[in-house]
């Protein structure tokens, strides 16, 4: 099993809906990132949480430390949020390697 | 713009070659990672280098070699010794390893194929 499991692994959405990516992950962590990877393959770094939630723009992270459990929410969605979002962990007593441990990534197409 | 370039985008390597691929970054960052991208899996950390002049192997090390001569150069070598190196490859910086928690930059990748 995984260590950090992704769901959906794919998810095809309409134009203006309300799209939800989940994250579980099974060891203990100081930080959870959540990271955007193009067509192209470049990756970008939405979030970085702890605890709590964080907003940008039309991008909302939560995480709940007690369950091990993140979600990524896309509100209004848009084709170009077509992309793979990755949830990657950083392992508590990892010490000073910041070492991320990465999900298989979700695949969402927004359509028009 | 400051950023982490590497290059180039797409290389062919025939069977039994080396070779290098480039990842520089202009953001001051002390820290580099390579990370192995493959298809239905999650990014896996090759090396990862905290320092100049110093670098530590990852998970998949094997088949691989670094250098980090520079603050802002962190090349990767496949060698002949990595039998299945088709994959994607990203190279990512972070300011300091000694602080927990710093986000990790990204390049757009090199995709390396098997001639």
């Known amino acids: 099993k995984n260590e950090v499991e992704q769901s959906p692994q794919n998810l095809t959405a309409q134009e203006g809906e309300f799209i939800t990516i989940n994250c579980s992950y099974s060891?203990?962590?100081?930080?959870l990132h959540w990271l955007q990877q193009h067509p192209g393959g470049g990756i970008v770094s939405l979030f970085m949480l702890s605890s709590g939630k964080k907003k940008h723009g039309r991008l909302i992270a939560t995480i709940n430390i007690q369950e091990k459990h993140s979600s990524l929410h896309i509100t209004a969605s848009h084709p170009r949020d077509s992309a793979v979002y990755i949830c990657?962990?950083?392992?508590?007593?990892?010490?000073?390697?910041?070492?991320?441990?990465f999900g298989t990534g979700t695949l969402l197409a927004v359509q028009p | 713009d400051g950023g982490i370039t590497q290059s180039p985008k797409y290389l062919f390597r025939k069977e039994g070659q080396n070779v290098t691929l480039s990842c520089e970054q202009n953001?001051?960052?002390?820290?580099m990672y390579w990370y192995r991208q493959d298809p239905g899996q999650g990014l896996r950390l090759i090396y990862y280098s905290q320092i100049v002049n110093d670098f530590q192997k990852g998970d998949i090390a094997e088949g691989y070699s670094v250098s980090r001569e520079k603050k802002e150069s962190f090349p990767l070598t496949v060698t002949s010794a990595q039998k299945n190196p088709t994959a994607f490859y990203l190279c990512?910086?972070?300011?300091?390893?000694?602080?927990?928690?710093?986000?990790?930059?990204f390049g757009d990748g090199t995709r390396l194929s098997i001639l």
């Open positions: 990657a962990v950083v392992l508590r007593g990892g010490g000073a390697t910041n070492k991320l441990i």
């Open positions: 990512a910086s972070s300011i300091r390893p000694g602080t927990v928690n710093q986000p990790q930059h």
């Open positions: 060891v203990g962590i100081s930080a």
């Open positions: 953001l001051n960052h002390d820290a």
